[in-house]
T-cell receptor, first 112, second 114 residues
């Protein structure tokens, strides 16, 4: 049972435009959500997180939105840059646990 | 965030052998974890490495296959025992410090089993 789902395996966006990566979850106990970026041959790099008490968190070009009623979160990158081309994973954890459940990832390609 | 290193970065091993992967952090951390990413798949937690006691394994992973050590707050090892081609994966350690709920990952070890 995939508790965290990223239904789009890939996304292609033009440089300067907005990239929107989506993530859905099924476990209502999840209360902390994270986005990681992964380049080939490297470990995942933490990007941004959000607690379930918030519906938005912003850090520079990256904004994460959380819709608890829909069990949906999204990562917005604006403006998109070629260096943003990577695989993006969303992850979730439940209250009082450290265990992260990862989605399957979305490969973002930003073209000039 | 902590600086995390892993050794080896990659290896090619024969079926039936074992490989020990090391994870070193530049500062003391409360939590250390081991993950696996099989080809084309997501990251899956293998176990939580507990300092001074046995690791806590997730469903589907057992100590005999993936023995873990954590002798102190900055170092841990994961051994992949009696390897088969199905063990070909990227193995990653991650850490969580006392001041944050965020896990930071090492660069990973790419294992190929022939």
């Amino acid at each position: 049972d995939q508790q965290v789902k990223q239904n789009s395996p890939s996304l292609s966006v033009q440089e300067g435009r907005i990239s929107i990566l989506n993530c859905d979850y099924t476990n209502s106990m999840f209360d902390y959500f994270l986005w990681y970026k992964k380049y080939p041959a490297e470990g995942p790099t933490f990007l941004i997180s959000i607690s379930s008490i918030k519906d938005k968190n912003e850090d520079g070009r990256f904004t994460v939105f959380l819709n608890k009623s829909a069990k949906h979160l999204s990562l917005h990158i604006v403006p998109s840059q070629p260096g943003d081309s990577a695989v993006y994973f969303c992850a979730a954890s439940a209250r009082n646990t450290d265990k992260l459940i990862f989605g399957t990832g979305t490969r973002l390609q930003v073209f000039p | 965030s902590a600086v995390i290193s892993q050794k080896p970065s990659r290896d090619i091993c024969q079926r039936g052998t074992s490989l020990t992967i090391q994870c070193q952090v530049d500062s003391q951390v409360t939590m250390m974890f081991w993950y696996r990413q099989q080809p084309g798949q997501s990251l899956t937690l293998i176990a939580t490495a507990n300092q001074g006691s046995e690791a806590t394994y997730e469903s589907g992973f057992v100590i005999d296959k993936f023995p873990i050590s954590r002798p102190n707050l900055t170092f841990s090892t994961l051994t992949v025992s009696n390897m088969s081609p199905e063990d070909s994966s990227i193995y990653l350690c991650s850490v969580e410090t006392q001041s944050t709920d965020t896990q930071y990952f090492g660069p990973g070890t790419r294992l190929t089993v022939l």
